[in-house]
């Protein structure tokens, strides 16, 4: 699968992403956040240095439609249905991978964040005790794309592969 990030102005972008199983989605716009780090990318990087297989891209890989939307519109109304039949229903390993991915994601970010010079100090809901030893790994590879990203033109792509 291959995810790929449209810069668009000031922090916000569009996020499409190109996968092998499951039907062809259509992009959709991101929720924007940090010059230097797109909050889906920052997910993404999350989910694949912690290992998170059923995050919001490990469900997408396998086939799940997450946050998108299919691009042809009688594919789009059958996920219509099927989602109000069935409900947006996760399994609790599901539930469980999603929310430590918001868990890392909410470390890592200030982390990042104090070791880059943005921020002075870490949120009080962040102790240096308690930050994971795979937050480490994380605030590399949030490094290794910041850069990238922040030096971007608007209209340009990143693409990362899952």
């Not at 092998?20 to 959709?28: D, E, K, N, Q, S």
Request: hydrophobic share 40%.
């Amino acid at each position: 699968m291959q995810v790929v990030f449209t810069k668009g102005p000031g922090t916000s972008y569009d996020i499409a992403v190109h996968r092998g199983t499951g039907a062809v989605l259509a992009p959709r716009n991101g929720p924007g956040g940090h010059p230097y780090l797109p909050h889906d990318l920052v997910h993404l990087l999350v989910e694949q240095v912690a290992g998170i297989e059923l995050g919001v891209f490990g469900q997408l890989a396998a086939g799940d439609n997450g946050l998108f939307w299919p691009a042809d519109p009688a594919e789009r109304a059958k996920a219509a249905r099927h989602r109000k039949s069935k409900g947006a229903k996760l399994s609790d390993r599901a539930k469980k991978d999603m929310g430590r991915s918001e868990e890392l994601a909410g470390i890592a970010v200030p982390v990042w964040e104090v070791r880059r010079g943005f921020a002075k100090s870490l949120p009080a809901y962040v102790t240096r005790n308690e930050i994971p030893p795979v937050v480490e790994q994380i605030v590399g590879r949030l490094d290794d794309y910041a850069d990238r990203w922040h030096a971007l033109p608007v209209g340009e792509s990143l693409t990362v592969p899952w």
